[in-house]
């Protein structure tokens, strides 16, 4: 096989076999002991991570975060595959700067016009990160809830973490995103009409689904200007369990114009705060620090947030 | 036939661009002029439109109610006591978007635009049935976007989807520091790709945020730096040939270009 047709079908990441074989790249993502065990291939032992990433609200920052949490984890070692569930309106190749390697689509999966790994899209920059386009010209509907399941089944067997960039709404391409889920992320920012529907996108959810919250675009001078939503109040209305707070930032416009991850901006807060978040997800235990111009409230509420629980290590 | 051509969808793709923002200061503006206006949240489930107006409080009847059967037209809408000829018909919360049909919501907008001068109808976020019901009453859409490629690709892919519809654009939150410097389209750009009529564009303002969280629309007052803006916009809704306002510069981006008007 050239190194030509493995960089257009993400084959490197192919299967959990290939992947222990392949010492090199085992060297590179340094896996999860427990997440590969050779022995089980068939039928493939489920031990990724599937999580959703869903708001209720359009345009919060559920494809930004997708992107660069899967960025920061296939940095930190893990094998890592996004997602795009919004048949029809799909974005995520293109904040990722794929779009042009997007050849087959998760629909041409599930109806068997081709393999999982010629519908995969491995990232131009990073090995162990992949992408799972959406189709374009069909609608959500075409895609069956049982089908979407098994696929989703079929990423954990191979990475390490699977990011489920969910449309915005609550219908059928919100149920197709998460039903294979078995973690969520909520994305809000701190106006009333995202917290809100943030509200009713946790009661949606399966009551026993572990979800976390991040509160992105947070303006610290509007803020102190009591202008906009504090973290405590949005707490106070949520009640979910805080995983990281992002800082509004037009790094994030010019990365997503230009398609590359805001991660990999040198200096740019927005991107440390999504590493941060990433290595929160891993277990590690990372304070939520305070933002640029740190201000009075936020120094109250830094010392009573509750620190997110490490749930794997 | 309805009589009048008079029902706008505000529609976008891609959510949090702007849509209901757009609506409540157009609908604010119009009422200004001295228009009879009503707005409709058609997204049943996920609505704001209410709390963007600070309407919350009043709801009583909702359009569901309406398509249903349940009360009549002046029960469901909710009268804005700071200017008059301002109306909402709030969406239901508790509902589900298939709950009401493209035929009843077609039905709704054909009873409100005999007894207005202009129908807003905000529709959701996606392309699923929340927005064929948004867009079934409407005679011409407004689609609200933004300078940047994910917006500006979904705003693509809707302007295929709204039949012979008139489609006139709203370029949102445009940073005139931004697109100087070469990070941002200008609004020129964004009305070549899409090909289509810009009906207004709306500079990127603090204020906004601010308005929301209080339910007060920037477009009720006349010294906030967003007012005339809107107040442009609705004159030419109405017809009057006013200039946009094109506050940028231009500044062509290869790449967006590619990806934007490549996949057509």
Not at chain 1, 61 to 67: D, E, L, P, W, Y
Not at chain 1, 224 to 238: A, R, S, Y
């Amino acid at each position: 096989m050239s190194q030509d047709v493995r960089e257009q079908t993400g084959l490197d990441v192919a299967s959990s076999t290939e992947l222990q074989q392949n010492s090199a790249l085992e060297t590179a993502t340094g896996p999860d002991p427990s997440a590969v065990k050779p022995q089980q291939s068939l039928p493939p032992k489920v031990t990724g991570r599937a999580i959703v990433i869903t708001s209720g609200k359009g345009g919060v920052g559920k494809t930004t975060v997708t992107a660069n949490l899967g960025t920061a984890l296939a940095d930190a070692g893990k094998r890592v595959v996004v997602v795009d569930a919004d048949v029809g309106l799909r974005n995520l190749d293109v904040v990722m700067g794929l779009e042009n390697r997007v050849r087959n689509h998760s629909l041409d999966v599930i109806e068997e016009h081709c393999t999982l790994d010629e519908a995969l899209v491995r990232d131009r920059m990073r090995k162990s990160l992949s992408l799972l386009p959406a189709a374009q010209d069909r609608d959500k509907d075409e895609m069956p809830l049982d089908a979407m399941q098994r696929l989703v089944q079929e990423l954990q067997a191979r990475f390490d973490f699977v990011l489920i960039d969910c449309p915005a709404g609550i219908e059928h391409g919100f149920r197709n995103a998460i039903v294979g889920a078995q973690e969520a992320v909520i994305v809000t920012t701190p106006e009333v009409s995202a917290v809100r529907d943030a509200d009713r996108v946790a009661g949606l959810l399966p009551g026993d689904m572990p979800v976390k919250l991040i509160v992105n675009r947070i303006r610290p001078h509007l803020v102190k200007k009591g202008t906009m939503l504090n973290i405590e109040d949005v707490l106070d209305i949520l009640r979910l369990d805080l995983i990281g707070v992002v800082p509004d930032d037009k790094d994030v416009i010019v990365a997503t114009n230009r398609g590359a991850p805001v991660v990999d901006i040198a200096g740019s807060h927005t991107g440390a705060a999504f590493r941060r978040i990433a290595a929160r997800m891993l277990g590690e235990n990372v304070p939520i620090p305070t933002l640029q111009d740190r201000t009075a409230w936020f120094s109250r509420v830094l010392s009573s947030l509750r620190f997110t629980r490490s749930e794997r290590g | 036939m309805k009589q009048k051509q008079n029902v706008y969808v505000v529609t976008s793709g891609k959510g949090g661009v702007g849509k209901t923002t757009t609506t409540a200061n157009l609908g604010v503006a119009l009422a200004r002029l001295g228009k009879q206006v009503a707005l409709v949240d058609a997204d049943i489930g996920l609505r704001n439109l209410d709390l963007v107006l600070g309407l919350e409080k009043r709801i009583v009847y909702d359009v569901v109610d309406l398509a249903e059967g349940r009360c009549q037209p002046r029960q469901a809408l909710i009268k804005d006591k700071r200017l008059s000829g301002l109306y909402l018909m709030p969406a239901a919360q508790t509902k589900a978007k298939e709950s009401v049909s493209e035929e009843q919501m077609e039905r709704v907008a054909r009873s409100l635009s005999s007894e207005f001068d202009v129908v807003l109808i905000d529709c959701p976020a996606g392309i699923e049935h929340g927005f064929r019901n948004a867009i079934a009453g409407a005679d011409e859409a407004i689609v609200v976007t933004m300078p940047e490629v994910a917006a500006i690709r979904d705003a693509d892919r809707i302007l295929g989807m709204l039949g012979n519809r008139r489609a006139r654009i709203v370029v949102n939150r445009v940073r005139p520091d931004m697109v100087k410097s070469g990070d941002m389209l200008s609004v020129d750009d964004v009305a070549e790709i899409l090909g289509r009529e810009i009906l207004g564009v709306v500079p990127d303002d603090e204020e906004i945020i601010d308005s929301t969280n209080r339910g007060q629309p920037v477009a009720l007052d006349a010294t906030r730096r967003l007012s005339g803006v809107y107040s442009i916009m609705a004159r030419r809704l109405l017809g009057e040939d006013l200039a946009a306002v094109d506050v940028l510069n231009d500044g062509i981006w290869n790449r967006l270009r590619a990806i934007l008007v490549g996949q057509r």
